[in-house]
């Protein structure tokens, strides 16, 4: 039942930022606003979840999982609402950012709740979810392109009700968790912030989930780029979609495996899948070349990003687990919106995508050598 509720409040509290991105293009055009508009309204929600999270950790810490999870819910299902009764383009903006704002105090409260309750099986509770993100990063997009053809505000409306539903069951079903008031002050964050920095491993740690959070957003970006000659639309779109599948997979079969094996091993076997995947992308000539590595790319970063939370989790306090985490994730994050940046300045003096796919795969040649020295962090059980 735990792992069960886990995965339908991630699945749903990713879904609130995805589901109307198909919809999104148009009814801001139709709302008045300009391509530049636009794009702030479709990227805002995302900015918003990576910015604030540094300083939303410590709201569960203080308050409890279960309260502050349970307000996240009901506030995105509210914003949601709102964008469905949105009058203006900036009144639609107003409100993805306030649905980012939900989102940025929901996803450290979620990540220690995982923590909390996983009992020393972190590796297939936080398996779990992460599978269940990749699962909506699939499912969402496509729910909002088919509502939006009934109506363009009907994706938004659908997923109001499933906030509320999720708002309902985290109410009813997450124990509450005593307050803490000092959690949530600034020398707590501070505490946590020096524990980040002055703790070599966790260096380590995002050094794994930054070979995902480097690759990934470039290959996203460029790889279709180079598909455009080697397949249509529908084949690309394949592609696409099997690369979410076995991250999916990789996050929940390797989850389970490191419980029972430890993190090291898969760790360090994620890191030539990687850089194998990204040699391959880059020298592919058709489609169903891209869609075999970039599958093997699902697997080997799915693996590496799932194991660098791990071992930070497997490491970090579980009275601290929200904010600390919260603010781990938000830093590693962070390569999401600096990897692409570096690759358009790349790409513009080079005018190619086959060299930037394959230094893509070059985090995880640092990344390597690095596993071989870590220490395992799984707790005996």
Known sequence: M???????????????????????????????????????????ALMTVVLLQFFTGGLADRYGRRFILGSAALAGGFTSLGCALAGG???????????????????????????????????????????????SFILGPAIGGALSFVSLRAPFVVDAVFSSVACVLLVRFVPAKAACPDEGHSWAQLRRLKMLFTDRRYYAFALF?????????????????????????????????????????????VGRASDRWG????????????????????????????????????????????????????????????GTLGTFDAAVDLLIFAAPAAALAVHRQLGRTDPLLLAAGLPALFALPVALMVSETKKAT
Not at 9 to 17: A, D, G, N, P, R
């Open 209 to 253: 989930c930054g070979v995902n959070n480097v690759a990934f957003p470039v290959l996203s970006a460029f790889l279709p780029v180079k598909a455009r000659s080697l397949a249509d639309p529908r084949q690309i779109s394949l592609i696409l979609a099997l690369e979410a599948v076995c991250f999916s997979l990789a996050c929940w079969l």
């Open 89 to 135: 383009w900036r009144w639609l903006l107003a409100m993805r950012v306030l649905g980012g704002v939900a989102d940025a105090v929901a996803m450290p409260a979620l990540l220690g709740l995982t923590a909390e309750i996983s009992e020393g099986r972190q590796g297939t509770f936080f398996g779990v979810l992460r599978s269940a993100q990749g699962l």
């Open 263 to 322: 993190r090291r091993a898969f760790v360090i076997a994620a890191q030539p899948g990687v850089i194998l995947s990204c040699a391959g992308l880059a020298l592919a000539q058709s489609w169903p070349w891209l869609a075999a590595w970039y599958g093997l790319y699902g697997l080997a970063g799915g693996a590496t990003f799932l194991l660098g939370l791990l071992m930070a989790a497997d490491v970090t306090p579980r009275a601290d687990a929200a």
């Open 2 to 44: 735990r792992l069960a509720l886990l995965a339908l409040t991630t699945f749903v509290l990713f879904l609130s930022t995805l589901v109307g991105t198909p919809a999104i293009p148009e009814l801001a055009a139709e709302l008045g606003a300009n391509a530049t508009a636009t794009a702030a309204t479709l990227s805002s």
